[in-house]
């Protein structure tokens, strides 16, 4: 099966889930609607949506709950990128203009409270405690997560551990949420509910080890931001982490000094890049990002084959196959 039949799996209700996301957005405030549309249709793969989906299927639901709690997903998932953006003082997002530098930054935080509130509006109507507790945890999470990365910002001492928190936490919890929500939905066992939370988890992790290697090796056409746009927001990801771990002391001192300056001078993100390419920071990234694709992969053994199952190891395969 590839990512074209996987999807396909889904495809009409991904339909039904834009028709819900599209409803809500509805507001007399015609900024909000404006702002939220201009993000929400920039492209975004609507990766969370279709895997709740599939974990619903995969579990044996087939009612009309599912697409309604999957925009809410999308919903949340699009807030964050509203309020990262804002704090990463991103110019761009998916290749087009970020909305906060579009409509500033007062409009992105309150467009993205927005998204927030009316996410959880729409799961107390769903009137599911189980998927709005997982959802609770969650976003809190998401925002321990935010906290601890701008505590990181351009600190050249922090570690795996710190990193791995941050990104378990900010990208990882949410993907988790929507495969349990799924399962929850298709009133999965414990152990196959917490098998989907598993999945999804490791399944987070390793996109978002994909996402920071490509931020030293990717292009701006197929990532939709600049190389290193991630690195000069003063994020500092595996690559560099591993990088400064096994470098010589005189290039752990200059990198240092880089990641520390706020203002990059000629040739310092030229610098970074060639090392971290030359100590195997890439390499020693994207191994890791396949290692928790297994771990992903694995935790699906209380499911028998299916379609759905098939299709979700297909996605898994391509969270780190992906080139944008």
């Known amino acids: 099966m590839n990512v074209e039949q996987a999807i396909h799996l ?5 339909k039904a889930v834009e028709a819900e996301m599209a409803k809500n957005l509805l507001s007399e405030i015609s900024m909000i609607p404006t702002v939220s549309r201009y993000l929400i249709a920039s ?44 704090v990463d003082r991103a110019d761009v997002r998916r290749g087009m203009a970020s909305a906060n530098s579009v409509w500033g930054n007062g409009a992105s935080v309150l467009v993205g409270d927005f998204l927030f509130t009316k996410s959880f509006s729409l799961i107390v109507q769903d009137g599911n405690l189980r998927i709005l507790e997982v959802i609770s945890v969650g976003t809190t999470r998401m925002a321990e997560g935010e906290v601890m990365q701008l505590m990181k910002e351009r600190d050249p001492a922090a570690t795996e551990k710190d990193y791995y928190h941050i990104v378990t936490n900010k990208t990882a919890v949410l993907i988790s949420a929507a495969c349990q ?44 931001k600049a190389i290193g746009q991630d690195f000069n927001e003063g994020k500092i990801t595996l690559p560099l982490i591993q990088t400064l771990k096994v470098c010589s002391p005189a290039e752990k001192e200059r990198l240092s000094q880089v990641i520390r300056e706020g203002d990059r001078r000629d040739g310092d993100l030229e610098y970074v890049i060639k ?28 499911f028998p084959p299916s379609q759905e199952k098939e299709a979700l190891l297909t996605l898994a395969e391509y969270a780190i196959r992906r080139k944008w």
């Open 181 to 224: 929500i799924g399962g929850i939905l298709g009133a999965a066992s414990p152990d196959q509910e917490k098998a989907l939370a598993d999945f999804g988890l490791n399944l987070g992790i390793a996109f978002q080890l994909m996402d920071d290697t490509l931020d030293y090796i990717s292009v701006k056409e197929t990532l939709g």
């Open 275 to 302: 090392v971290v390419k030359e100590y195997g920071g890439i390499e020693y990234t994207f191994q890791a990002a396949e290692n928790f694709i297994e771990k992903a992969k694995n935790s699906l053994g209380p």
């Open 10 to 14: 889904v495809a009409e209700e991904m």
């Open 43 to 86: 492209g975004g793969k609507r990766f969370r949506p279709i895997l709740l989906l599939l974990s619903a299927h995969l579990c044996g639901y087939q009612g009309p709950r599912a697409a309604p709690l999957a925009s809410t997903i999308e919903f949340i998932h699009t807030a964050t990128l509203l309020h990262d953006d804002v």
